[in-house]
């Protein structure tokens, strides 16, 4: 593979999807009924498990997810929960992220384990038809805001936040499950090795340098562009940790993707 460097993420290029739009749908349905899946599995003490991300548990990283699925499911609720994470951000300055991510949790918190076993199972096939029903030209706009990246602001599109990064974050987290709880985690080369193949050409593009990539297990593969320079090798998941801040990474390791 050949990579080029392309001026993206700016204002007047926002960052937008790479792949084939119903590759990225189809990956999204899957993933979501994947997350379901692994959700169905958890025995009920690996519920109060601590996961990778540092202020949640088992069961609060579930209500992230299932938060973050019902806000893409209709466009009223991605407006209500933005609203409501607007007014957190005026009342304490907590990064909107952070509020938005503090509310899915939080307004899941009397939820039972079975209740949020439920809510995944229905929740993630309404999110997907959802994204796949948001037309283009709501999809092409960019988002209000910046986005920051490693400490950079970049500007992305709707659709690119819809298409991609709503399906890496669930696919991170289903990820964070397992190796939290022990359980198996479930990998194939026609689902999480095209999720990994996207973001091995974002972090291309990204760092514009000459590389030589090979990924080992069922979602990795070998990438590489004309020119020699730097060579990793290392698991497939284990780089896409690196790259989303949850393991350290040297030389272009550092170069991080949205997940």
């Known amino acids: 593979m050949t990579t080029q460097t392309a ?10 999807i790479v792949l084939e739009r119903v590759t990225a749908m189809r990956l999204a349905r899957d993933e979501y009924a994947r997350v379901a899946d692994a959700v169905v599995g958890l025995a009920p003490e690996q519920w109060s498990l601590p996961t990778d991300c540092p202020k949640w548990d088992v069961r609060e990283l579930v209500a992230h997810i299932c938060g973050m699925a019902a806000m893409a499911a209709t466009p009223w609720e991605t407006n209500r929960q933005l609203k409501a994470a607007d007014k957190e951000v005026a009342r304490t300055g907590v990064a909107q992220i952070d509020a938005l991510t503090g509310l899915q949790v939080s307004e899941r918190a009397s939820k039972t384990p079975e209740e949020l076993t439920a809510e995944m199972r229905s929740v993630g096939p309404k999110a997907a038809r959802g994204r796949r029903l948001t037309p283009f030209f709501i999809r092409n706009r960019r988002l209000p ?3 920051s990246m490693d400490g950079v602001s970049e500007w992305w599109t ?8 709503l399906t890496r974050d669930p696919w991170m987290h289903r990820i964070d499950l397992s190796r939290a709880t022990g359980n198996e985690l479930v990998l194939t080369a026609d ?7 996207d973001v091995v050409r974002e972090w291309a593009s990204r760092h514009g340098k000459p590389y030589r990539l090979t990924l080992t297990g069922p979602a990795g593969g070998t990438w590489s562009t004309d020119d020699d320079g730097e060579h990793l090798e290392l698991d497939a998941i284990e780089f896409c940790r690196i790259l989303s801040g949850r393991a350290p990474g040297e030389g272009l390791l550092k170069t991080k993707v949205p997940f």
């Not at 709707?158 to 990064?165: A, E, H, K």
């Open 158 to 165: 709707i659709g690119y936040l819809l298409d991609v990064v």
């Open 191 to 197: 689902h999480d090795g095209v999720i990994v193949d």
């Open 145 to 147: 805001e910046e986005q």
């Open 7 to 16: 001026t993206v993420g700016t204002r007047e290029n926002p960052r937008r």
